[in-house]
């Protein structure tokens, strides 16, 4: 069975990108979680999807004249004081506390969760043997040409995480080129397929592993990519059905929002 790997953290189980989303992933069996790098105001680095920290915290009414609400505009003391769990369980984004796969202790955990920094999801992915891939996302401004390689780089070192458990990954391929430039022990993985209506751009294939949409590829290209040596992952896979499809095609990893599903199913494929 392909790498099950926790899209964002197990964000249908917890609310993405915390550290329950990750304590979930790690429990329900993903092989490794994936997370977003994000950057505030005064420069230090937390786990944020979203340009807007509107949709998965409280900032509107914590911060109501500050509209858009760009996590770059705010300081870490700022961000540190939202509650980044209580629209999970208000919005049920996934549909799995009325099925009843979320406990009720475990709903009234979610409210007041904060929003991590990256040494913490670090420091949690070294402590339980687990593994990371921070995704490298473009920064909105002010912010548009901070360091951000070097300065995730810097945190990596400081914190003396296995480097083998620790991906780093982006559409902006120049930050993955930088990364190889300055630490060549680190795995970078190249994201295709930013658009969802394609095609995939596949350039001159140059990185050993690329993470595509999985929409925009068949399992034939897969196959094709597969004997060229090339490592695939894909994103976003949440059903049975394509896990099964896209793991007998050769896909590497499956990014998914549903680590729970993947688990399942590599434990009656083993």
Known sequence: MSLNIAHRGARSLAPENTMAAART????????????VAVTRDGLLILMHDDSLKRTTDVCERFPLRSPWTFSGFTLDEIRTLDA?????????????????????????????????VEEALIFTRDTDFCINLELKRLPAPLENFPVV????????RLKIDKHRVIISSFQHAWLREVQARDSGIEVQA????????????????F??????????????????????????LFTV???????RFAAAGAAGLITDFPQRAAHLGSKAG
Not at 104 to 117: C, H, L, S, V
Not at 150 to 157: G, S, T, Y
Not at 195 to 204: C, F, I, N, Q
Not at 208 to 233: D, F, H, P
């Open 85 to 117: 769990g209580s629209w999970f369980v208000k919005a049920d984004p996934f549909g799995q506390i009325a099925a009843g796969a979320i406990s009720q202790r475990q709903i009234d955990a979610f409210r007041g969760e904060k929003i991590p920094t």
């Open 191 to 206: 994201l295709i397929g930013y658009s969802e209506s394609g095609p995939l751009d596949w350039g001159d294939l140059e």
């Open 238 to 244: 949440n059903t049975q059905h394509d896990m099964l």
């Open 25 to 36: 992933a790690l429990e329900v069996g993903a092989d490794l979680w994936e997370t977003d």
């Open 150 to 157: 070097e300065e995730v780089l810097a945190l990596i070192d």
């Open 208 to 233: 050993k592993t690329y993470n595509a949409r999985s929409t925009l590829i068949s399992e034939e290209q897969i196959r094709t990519m597969v004997n060229k040596g090339i490592t695939i992952n």
